[in-house]
């Protein structure tokens, strides 16, 4: 999730005032017509399909449900084999002031008269794609991620719109290629849609087919596109990245070769064809087309084969095509690769981890992996050579070895001195060189300030030659850290960029050190080197020099334990060899401290890959208040996977799972976890690799006590086992089941001890069967369950409710540690704590809460009965006054008010009173706020509305705050 930056679209707040009981608006609904002619896009519609079924109308003013625009749009929906359609008519009584200038691709269309619509293929309401036209045809699209709170503009579909104008209405056709939708086996239902308009000519008029607050990015609230007749099977097909990818010259030219692996899941045996083409620039090559049958739930791979048209950064292209009919395309895939031709090219082994030799560390050899691009007669009969040199003295040598493809070398050391080495390969023949290169291999001294922080073997994080297991939250509060009956033992803090080294060390690191504990930050000298702009752009000399100044800067500090790179770059989007540079500077500077990147998209995991030590992305699934998760659960699983893959087993994979309530940040009908989706989320993490988890964000913690007592409970779980978590997997189990593809399963051993990791990702409960490997005991204990299993013929089998996580294990004492149980009925009980019977301030009462300005949409915060955590702030930074409002449907005695805020120096308490000035009438004050919170008492009266309203700061807040309002009768 990107914080500081959340880009909450075409946002027009109408009021500031929230009803703190909103209630979620029933769904409209649209149907699509199946087109049997062809739509000649034009604007006129006047194609038949056009003529038939109803048009959607009655637009309503963005922000007022209730208020119907006076200029009206109405649109239909069409839909054929390969397009979706919408055709729109706008009604416009100034013609003459339409407002049509922009006509750049991508560009602010918004601001001209248009058209906006938002279609959802897979129903979810939490990815979307966002379209945009003007007057003049300009096209404006946007893939939206995270319920419409970022967006990726650079994503580009060929979709076509025109437009035409009439005596007192504009109108609008527009078509949208199918295979660009990303269509899943969910898009053959319902699909999510929202039409909306911005209207210029005339006066400025934001309206939307369906019901929104606050901003047309409310997916929640889109209507349902039912799609009757439509068979988007053929578009089903999962394409996995390529893998195995060498470049190598081929009769005078580079020649990019590869696999990718292939699924059919359109339901039906498909003949296809896949063509491949790499574009650098306006470069762009055509590879050799494959072709094969597959059956339905079929896979194979196929052999990818292209010329290169230049070295370095390009796209590849995999189209997949329909065999009978080429011209029809059933899915593509465009990823982002870099492409370098080198005869030999050397991948480090031992060191396992960025080719240095650590202080804590014992080698008895330096080995690697050659890799040989050269053809069969060039490897005949040829021998590599591998040694260790420092200039011109040779260190250490190996064996010569017969050259293959894949060349495996070693070189035998023993005790070097610290300093610069590398590793020379050569590639030889009857006593001639043929081939050579060398890479870097260095001896590092002692970390200076006592902390070596590094991956193993095994990509487990390390200090000081010690496994360290990161759990803790994004947020950077140190109360919770380094004290006793705590399972957190490091935290983020995304602020760092905007303050100096000594502030950072002594304010932001001091805390945290003082608990003997460790924290990630920002590296980047500004904010500004993290703004969509520069991000774009090459990493620059100046930008270079100063990130340089920063890190060597505050590498010394002992509180820092990794280096938080970028949060989601793939949606800014971040240019990848900016990344891969700002990277390779910074291990440069500090060989002691891994990098970090955090990743939005199985495809940015791929993008960014070789620009950190450690994967951490956040597959939120997204949970809807009175459902389970808006997204398959399982996509924890299906991440953690990816990153596998793309660090090709040679990276540390971390996780920032969901423990927060999207519903904080505009989706509507949102939730947070529950204890046992928490618990989901992370075993399901470790059990495809994970050995550290950063969940986000520890600041609604206040706000719902099931995250803090979820995320607590699972992390002394893991603590009480963290050997297993570290431990590899152990291959071979089989899974039987009702749902296999929705089962998780992993086994670790460690010593004689066994344990067995099973998640259900479905949503259904299922009889799950795990035949293990190997000696297993006849009996496995279920950890913090209080039961055992009985082991038949090395099977474990049980019952699984939905979300269910069980862990077995051989040690019996597991099963009797803190109960799962009594985590569910604590978060329960602790959820029911905050409402405070005597409370009039609740939020179930119906209240209207209205500010003077907010900095977040978070006005019902003070209402919750949560002290702390999410609040209200003003977003006028030292400019005074300021003000929240309460007001109940009917009078309410009251005659105490308690206040918890922060930033003011004074309050007065002011109810309505429409005989004084302003409208409100103080009724108590605190001149000088010496402590919170504020409390005022008087003599019970009857309120409907009151105000708290502060003119000062107090001193050196920006801004004030407040994060519960409590009103009692005495």
């Not at 038949?48 to 200029?71: C, N, Y």
């Not at 035409?164 to 319902?190: F, H, N």
């Not at 296809?272 to 791979?301: F, K, W, Y």
């Not at 001890?753 to 799950?768: A, E, G, H």
């Amino acid at each position: 999730m990107q914080r500081n930056s959340i880009a909450i679209l075409c946002l027009a707040l109408m009021s500031l005032g929230v009803l703190a009981s909103a209630q979620q608006p029933e769904l409209p609904t649209v149907t699509a017509i199946k087109a049997s002619e062809a739509i000649v896009l034009d604007g006129k519609l006047d194609e038949p399909v056009w003529q038939q079924g109803e048009w959607s109308t009655d637009f309503k003013i963005l922000g007022k449900p209730d208020e119907l625009a006076q200029a009206q749009t109405r649109f239909k929906v069409a839909f054929d084999d390969e397009a979706i359609y919408i055709g729109a008519v706008l009604d416009e009584p100034n013609m003459d002031q339409l407002k049509a200038d922009i006509t750049e691709r991508d560009g602010n269309v918004h601001r001209d008269d248009c058209l906006e619509f938002m279609i959802d293929p897979q129903n979810d309401r939490t990815e979307y794609f966002h379209f945009t036209t003007n007057a003049l045809g300009t096209l404006y699209d946007a893939e939206m991620r995270q319920g419409g709170h970022v967006r990726t503009i650079q994503w580009d579909c060929p979709w076509e719109a025109r437009a035409d104008r009439q005596a007192a209405s504009w109108s609008v056709e527009a078509r949208v290629p199918l295979v660009y939708l990303g269509l899943t086996g969910k898009s053959t239902g319902d699909w999510a849609l929202s039409v909306t308009r911005e209207r210029q000519a005339g006066k400025e008029e934001l309206s939307s087919f369906v019901d929104t607050l606050g901003g047309f990015h409310q997916p929640a609230n889109y209507a349902v596109l039912k799609l009757p007749g439509s068979d988007f099977g053929r578009y089903l097909w999962h394409v996995r990245e390529p893998f195995e990818a060498t470049v190598m010259p081929e009769d005078g030219t580079l020649t990019y070769r590869a696999k990718t692996h292939i699924t059919n899941e359109t339901g039906r045996f498909c003949f296809i064809s896949v063509a491949t083409s790499l574009r650098a620039g306006t470069g762009v090559e055509t590879g050799e087309r494959v072709h094969n049958g597959l059956d339905a739930g079929q896979g194979l791979e196929f052999a990818l084969n292209c010329p290169v048209p230049a070295q370095g950064e390009q796209t590849l292209e995999m189209r997949i095509l329909d065999r009978r009919n080429p011209r029809r395309v059933l899915a593509i895939k465009s990823v982002t690769v870099n492409l370098s031709y080198s005869p030999v090219t050397i991948d480090v082994t031992r060191p396992c981890y960025r080719q240095s030799i650590y202080a804590t560390e014992q080698l008895d050899a330096v080995e690697a992996n050659v890799h040989l691009s050269l053809t069969a007669e060039e490897l005949a009969g040829a021998e590599v050579l591998a040694k260790l040199t420092q200039g011109e003295r040779t260190v250490a040598e190996g064996k010569s070895v017969k050259a293959e493809p894949l060349t495996a070398v070693s070189v035998p050391i023993g005790p070097l001195a610290d300093g610069e080495y590398a590793l020379q390969v050569s590639v030889n023949r009857g006593g001639q060189a043929l081939h050579s290169a060398e890479t870097p291999v260095t001896k590092l001294p002692p970390a200076a300030n006592g902390h070596e922080w590094r991956l193993d073997e095994d990509n487990v994080l390390l200090h000081n030659g010690e496994r360290y297991f990161i759990y803790g939250w994004f947020g950077g509060q140190a109360a919770e850290l380094g004290v006793e009956e705590t399972p957190y033992t490091a935290t983020q803090y995304y602020s760092a960029q905007w303050f100096s080294v000594e502030k950072v060390k002594n304010d932001y690191f001091g805390p945290v050190r003082e608990k003997g504990s460790y924290m990630t930050i920002y590296p980047y000298p500004n904010p500004k080197m993290l703004e969509a702009g520069p991000s774009g752009l090459p990493l620059s000399a100046e930008e270079a020099e100063a990130l340089r100044e920063r890190v060597r800067a505050l590498a010394d500090e002992p509180g820092l334990w990794a280096w938080y790179l970028a949060d989601e770059p793939e949606l800014r989007p971040t240019l990848p060899q900016r990344m891969h540079d700002i990277y390779k500077l910074i291990c440069e500077e500090d060989p002691y401290h891994p990098q970090i990147l955090l990743n939005d998209t199985i495809a940015g995991i791929y993008k960014y890959a070789g620009a950190s030590d450690i994967f951490m992305p956040d597959p939120y699934p997204l949970f809807i208040e009175g459902a389970d998760a808006a997204t398959p659960i399982g996509k924890t699983s299906e991440f953690m996977r990816a990153c596998g893959e793309a660090g090709k087993g040679r990276k540390a994979i971390m996780i920032t799972p969901q423990a927060f309530n999207y519903g904080d940040y505009g989706r509507v009908n949102n939730r947070p976890p529950d204890v046992v989706e928490i618990r989901n989320q992370a075993w399901q993490a470790v059990a495809n690799g994970a050995t550290g988890f950063l969940w986000y964000t520890t600041q609604q913690q206040p706000n719902y006590p099931v995250l803090r007592v979820g995320v607590r409970f699972v992390g002394f779980e893991m603590h009480d086992i963290v050997d297993a978590v570290f431990a590899r997997p152990v291959e071979g189990i089989e899974v039987t089941a009702d749902e296999p593809d929705e089962v998780e399963a992993s086994l670790r051993r460690v010593g004689d001890d066994t344990y067995l990791i099973v998640v259900n990702t479905s949503t259904q409960p299922q009889q799950v069967s795990i035949k293990l490997p190997g000696a297993v005991p006849n009996r496995l204990w279920v950890m913090s369950e209080g039961r055992s299993v009985e082991v038949k013929d090395n099977t474990v089998t049980d019952r699984f409710e939905k979300y269910a996580t069980h862990i077995y294990t051989s040690v019996e004492g597991l099963a009797n540690r803190a109960q799962l149980a009594d985590a569910i009925a604590q978060a329960e009980r602790e959820t029911a704590a905050l409402h405070d019977p005597e409370d009039l301030a609740w939020q179930g009462n119906n209240i209207i809460v209205e500010a003077s300005s907010m900095r977040d949409d978070r006005l019902q915060k003070v209402l919750d009965g949560a002290i702390g955590g999410l609040s209200w702030s003003d977003n006028t930074w030292n400019t005074m006054p300021d003000w929240l409002s309460l007001t109940w449907p009917a009078p309410q005695t009251i005659g105490r008010v308690v206040v918890y805020g922060g930033g003011m120096a004074d309050m007065a308490l002011q109810v309505a009173d429409a005989a004084a000035e302003g409208g409100w009438r103080t009724i108590a004050s605190v001149d000088e706020i010496a402590e919170q919170p504020v409390e005022f008492s008087f003599e019970p009266m009857q309120i409907t509305s009151l105000r708290l309203f502060m003119s000062k700061l107090a001193g050196e807040a920006k801004n004030v705050s407040i994060s519960e309002v409590n009103a009692y009768a005495k």
